[in-house]
């Protein structure tokens, strides 16, 4: 009897680990996989406002000056970066076109997405 609880015990340990194991390998080839597709997301113009504000949040263009995390919510709120800076750091990297600079809308929503960052 003794022995069927540890083999039982032993079994239900070892699937937990391998559970645990699956979902942070999961997790990782999630991050690994956001990080490949941005670079090919770029002259198409399919970077959303959304995903740029999330990209400078993150510091994936800390490279080209602008700050990360809560940094860059005090620097916008204090009018040091604005969605151009934002935008133009996107296109120096090779993520939006130049043209993107000149779409009003594009930058509204750059705005809209940076300030929403500080809400959550």
Known sequence: ??????????VLLLSAVTTTATHAE??????????????????????????????AYRGYLRDQGIS???????????GRVHAKDIVQAAIVTNRLPASTLNDRGYLNAVNLQISGIDSH
Do not use: F, H
């Not at 997790?27 to 999330?54: H, Y």
């Open 1 to 10: 009897m003794k022995r069927q609880l540890i083999a039982g015990l032993s």
């Open 26 to 55: 999961t997790r990782i080839e999630q991050e690994l996989s956001m990080i490949q597709l941005v670079p090919s997301q770029v002259l198409n113009n399919t970077l959303t406002p959304s995903d740029l504000a999330n990209l």
């Open 68 to 78: 990360s995390y809560s940094q860059l919510i005090y620097d916008y709120k204090a």
